[in-house]
């Protein structure tokens, strides 16, 4: 009987240890394409400048473009409606936040010590830069009870360069 006990103890450990690791697993996979998700946006965000000040020799972000871009690239790249909530089939469950933070010639006295409030991204910013800062809010994980659940968050900075 002992040796039954034992073989249906370890059957459950295995059983939680083998969900655990494809939760963080598929986490892990979701979290990299959020890296990219966050990347790409600032990218997105850093192409609109104002050409009149382009003219001067200064770059100045345009903000309110800027964050309509974020805001499609996010859309896309996470599978999102156009409030940021996810769609049936996407792997987030949580409303995505986001915060974007314009660093150009009008705003910004080179170089800039720059901590994101959310995550500790430390970055110095020593030319005109897009950083975006996405919250996903917590993982997938089936028994999240047991195992916790941190919220996934990602920054990713752009700079211009060539001026």
């Known amino acids: 009987m002992?040796?039954?006990?034992?073989?249906i103890a370890a059957f459950i450990f295995s059983m939680l240890v083998w969900l655990f690791c494809h939760d963080y697993n598929l986490n892990h996979i979701y979290y990299m394409q959020l890296r990219t998700a966050a990347e790409e946006a600032s990218i997105a965000a850093?192409?609109?400048?104002?050409?009149?000040e382009e003219k001067e020799g200064r770059i100045v972000f345009n903000s309110e473009e800027g964050h309509k871009a974020i805001r499609a690239m996010l859309e896309t790249m996470l599978k999102t409606d156009s409030d940021l909530n996810p769609l049936e089939g996407s792997y987030?469950?949580?409303k995505?936040?986001?915060?974007?933070y314009f660093f150009d010639d009008s705003n910004t006295v080179y170089p800039k010590a720059f901590t994101d409030p959310e995550t500790g991204y430390k970055f110095e910013?020593?030319?005109?830069?897009v950083i975006v800062t996405i919250n996903t809010g917590k993982a997938r994980y089936t028994l999240g009870e047991i195992f916790g659940s941190q919220p996934n968050i990602r920054s990713a900075a752009h700079?211009?360069?060539g001026r």
Do not use: C, M, R, S
Request: glycine share 4%; hydrophobic share 50%.
């Open 159 to 161: 700079e211009i360069e």
């Open 125 to 129: 910013v020593k030319k005109p830069a």
């Open 2 to 7: 002992k040796a039954f006990l034992f073989g």
């Open 92 to 94: 987030w469950q949580d």
């Open 96 to 100: 995505i936040k986001y915060t974007a």
């Open 46 to 52: 850093a192409v609109f400048t104002d050409p009149l």
